[in-house]
């Protein structure tokens, strides 16, 4: 997931980055401009580009420095600008583009690091009451191992299938997927932050356990599955 297929200044970006996810970094003031969309950004400031959105050709958006990513696990719907907080992302861009072609394992850990800073830094969304419940209550079982989406879906007075079908209208993804996306961006972030308890950083064991894995192995190969290298490897290409 969230790999990057290129790294380096938009105006050299392959042709199908059209289809794809585009995180612009700014190096100067400008503007993305199209018929029903306009964003003015900063110097600093993180651009997302969904899939189809063509980037305009201003000279500022030209010589910004770009990563296009395939497979990406995104929220955005639509253009967004977000701040890059302790310029973190613009970092991981800068490491993404020294990799390419160079190493696709550190490649694609740096891939992820940047999907997980773009969504931790975009601000709240609207959703209607219904999904807004379901949300609220999936995301502060994120580290309960016994929690069940299903349970949530079936306590409320509507339809499994109705509430399954809304909530995946308002957010792009089923209650179950938005749990695992939640619990692997948590464990990415714990991971990356180098975050330790008392003695030592966390295991791979206790990484699981704060992110609802009752057993180690399967959070490993559920990790793997999303960001394409182990717990240990990933530590070892964000920190």
């Keep these: 997931m969230n790999f990057v297929v290129y790294a380096g200044k938009a105006e050299n970006m392959p042709e199908r980055a059209d289809k794809l996810y585009k995180i612009f970094v700014a190096d100067e003031d400008g503007e993305y401009n199209l018929p029903d969309v306009s964003l003015a950004f900063k110097k600093g400031e993180i651009l997302i580009l969904p899939p189809f959105y063509r980037h305009t050709a201003s000279t500022a958006l030209k010589n910004s420095t770009v990563a296009v990513l395939e497979k990406a696990i995104l929220p955005f719907k639509a253009p967004t600008k977000v701040q890059d907080i302790n310029n ?9 583009e020294y990799f390419f072609d160079k190493n696709g394992e550190v490649l694609n850990a740096l891939g992820n690091l940047i999907a997980v800073c773009v969504s931790s830094f975009c601000k709240k969304r609207e959703y209607s009451p219904l999904v807004e419940t379901i949300r609220s209550e999936i995301e502060s079982n994120i580290s309960n191992s016994a929690y069940s989406v299903d349970d949530t879906l079936k306590r409320l007075p509507l339809s499994y299938e109705y509430l399954r079908k809304l909530f995946k209208k308002e957010t792009g993804t089923t209650p179950l997927c938005y749990l695992s996306d939640c619990r692997m961006r948590l464990a990415a ?3 990356s932050s180098g975050i330790s308890n008392q003695y030592s950083e966390y295991t791979v064991s206790q990484v699981a356990e704060a992110c609802g894995f009752s057993d180690p192995m399967y959070f490993s190969r559920v990790f793997k599955k999303n960001f394409g290298v182990s717990p240990t490897e990933y530590g070892n290409t964000t920190r």
């Design 88 to 96: 973190i992302t613009a970092q991981a861009i800068t490491e993404a």
């Design 189 to 191: 972030q714990i991971i």
